[in-house]
């Protein structure tokens, strides 16, 4: 499809996206009944990994359980990650996720040393950041092996991008200077905007072409995507808590089988391995975690009874408290 019309539809038919993402949880409710009548079974297999730098934020996103969480924060030690990355190469996963449930990866001021040595094992690595660090960071980032990084931006109107990230217009001016000199500069790393906005898309298009962005994008040196609805976090995040555009997603009704999220391990700064990485309910330290990488391996923590119990709960009506209502949940069929 020609790249004009491609985002002539992507951009100007945000309404119904929203109603695609906000009623979702209907097809995710009849993959499930389907592979019930057909007695389909899931496969038990470690589809990816994650690991946390950071379980710290400098933001307070509308959006997002970060103000809800009760654990104590952490940066992870080098030891720990590079164990963690010995052992998802091992198990043979071949990309590993920095982005934290809950946290921003550039507050780890060992982050770049960490992404070296992921590539030095021949595997590659992206994160989602909030930007508001890129401004000291630009030349470690362009410097670095990345292959690919994800910005979040609400706007490209600082009113707007403060409105929804919770900080300063200022902050959120400086970020977006920042964002603006990264791609600039960038030669080889794959820039995304993911969009979480309080306006219509089309709307911020129409602001965008008024600034270097538009030039860019035109150029090919990003890619945009946005969300319009969101997941509650288990039950942490209502409609109260958005403004603007932004709405809730459904959940779905039926949970018979286990959510794919489950299988791929993520370790937290402390070694807790989780067998989800996506969202968390009040505390990190939940029933998700199968045990620690300082006291386990991570094929170990795979075979083990906690995991297979997680697993078949979906299937005896024993589902973890933070998988009960939370909107994020896809079979894993």
């Given at each position: 499809m020609n790249k004009e019309i491609s985002d002539f539809l992507k951009y100007n038919f945000c309404n119904a996206k929203k109603i695609y993402y906000k009623n979702k949880f209907i097809i995710e409710d009849c993959?499930?009944?389907?592979?019930?009548?057909?007695?389909?079974?899931?496969?038990?297999e470690l589809l990816g990994g994650g690991i946390f730098p950071s379980t710290y934020c400098n933001a307070n996103c509308t959006f997002c359980a970060n103000r809800h969480i009760e654990s104590e924060r952490g940066i992870m030690p080098f030891e720990i990650f590079k164990k963690a990355v010995d052992e998802f190469k091992e198990l043979g996963i071949t990309s590993i996720g920095l982005t934290p449930m809950i946290g921003e990866p550039l507050l780890d001021n060992g982050l770049f040393e960490k992404i070296d040595y992921i590539y030095e094992n021949k595997?590659?690595?992206?994160?989602?950041t909030n930007g508001f660090l890129i401004k000291n960071n630009i030349d470690k980032i362009l410097s670095s092996k990345l292959e690919t990084i994800l910005i979040d931006?609400?706007?490209?109107?600082?009113?707007?991008?403060?409105?929804?990230?919770?900080?300063?217009?200022?902050?959120?001016?400086?970020?977006?200077?920042?964002?603006?000199?990264?791609?600039?500069?960038?030669?080889?790393?794959?820039?995304?905007?993911?969009?979480?906005?309080?306006?219509?898309f089309n709307k911020i298009i129409k602001d965008m072409k008024k600034t270097p962005f538009w030039e860019y994008y035109q150029k090919g040196l990003f890619k945009m995507d946005y969300l319009t609805a969101y997941d509650n976090w288990g039950g942490s995040i209502s409609k109260k808590d958005l403004i603007g555009?932004?709405?809730?997603?459904?959940?779905?009704?039926?949970?018979?089988?286990?959510?794919?999220?489950l299988f791929g391990f993520s370790i937290l700064p402390n070694g807790n391995i989780r067998a989800c990485g996506c969202r968390v309910l009040k505390t990190f330290d939940d029933e998700l975690i199968v045990g620690n990488i300082l006291k386990m391996t991570l094929?170990?923590?795979?075979?083990?009874?906690?995991?297979?119990?997680?697993?078949?709960?979906?299937?005896?009506?024993?589902?973890?408290?933070v998988c009960e209502k939370?909107?994020?949940?896809?079979p894993k069929i």
């Open positions: 993959k499930s009944i389907t592979a019930l009548a057909t007695g389909k079974k899931y496969k038990k595997m590659t690595c992206s994160f989602y931006v609400a706007d490209v109107i600082p009113l707007y991008e403060s409105k929804v990230f919770q900080v300063s217009e200022e902050q959120c001016r400086q970020k977006l200077d920042a964002i603006l000199e990264l791609i600039k500069r960038n030669k080889k790393i794959n820039i995304q905007l993911s969009f979480r906005p309080m306006r219509e555009f932004q709405t809730m997603s459904g959940a779905p009704k039926i949970k018979k089988y286990p959510c794919q999220n094929k170990e923590a795979f075979n083990s009874e906690k995991y297979d119990s997680i697993l078949a709960g979906f299937e005896n009506g024993t589902i973890p408290k939370c909107t994020f949940y896809i």
